[in-house]
């Protein structure tokens, strides 16, 4: 009997380490999947802004300014986000936060574009793009490139790691500055925690 009953054990365990090995697999799969339709798309909006040879590839301006190409991955392609210290770029659509079922990183529409007073927000998965994002910290440097071309140069003021129900730090601001809240999971292939990083605008070109 202890052995029948050790060996279910050790089967379950068994069984349960194939589940958890196959979800992160899937997981990572169509994160990759869709991480790459954003900077192909991202790749698309570039080219056609360069000249009318592309411009079939262009349409109309969405959300708070720019322009937007539909990924098929939950979105249009928004922005690019560049963290110079990991020499590591994503794409963001322009959305809600539903738009993280299916795509990589969410500017969230309702807060302001790039660039403008408010509270600029970004939410981005952190598996497996940006598993090393705890690794930046204040008085690092982010830059933002939106679709016509502008590019914002953002500094890291503070990282806080905060419950899910802590929202303070995503809520408008009116003081006139101009910030830059980016909002992902923590710890890395969990999301009991989040890790917020607010930044504000040090250069515009």
């Not at 570039?46 to 720019?66: C, D, K, L, R």
């Amino acid at each position: 009997m202890i052995r029948t009953g050790t060996r279910l054990v050790a089967v379950s365990l068994i069984l349960a380490g194939v589940f958890f090995v196959g979800k992160f697999a899937v997981i990572s799969f169509l994160q990759a999947t869709s991480q790459t339709a954003q900077e192909q798309q991202w790749q698309k909006l570039m080219q056609a802004a360069e000249g009318p040879s592309t411009a079939a590839n262009s349409v109309p301006a969405v959300g708070n300014g720019g322009t937007a190409t539909d990924t098929g991955f939950g979105g249009s392609v928004y922005l690019k986000l560049t963290v110079e210290k990991l020499s590591k770029n994503g794409i963001a659509v322009d959305g809600d936060w539903n738009n993280l079922h299916s795509a990589t990183m969410v500017h969230y529409h309702d807060s302001p574009a790039p660039g403008q007073p408010g509270n600029v927000l970004i939410a981005f998965h952190r598996e497996n793009h940006w598993n090393d994002i705890n690794q930046v910290g204040a008085g690092d440097y982010v830059q933002v490139q939106t679709a016509d071309g502008r590019i914002y140069r953002y500094l890291v003021d503070f990282v806080h790691i905060v419950r899910p129900s802590e929202t303070d730090l995503l809520q408008p601001t009116r003081d006139g500055n101009r910030y830059l809240t980016l909002i992902t999971c923590d710890p890395v292939w969990q999301d009991y925690n989040r890790m917020i990083f607010r930044l504000h605008l040090v250069q515009t070109a």
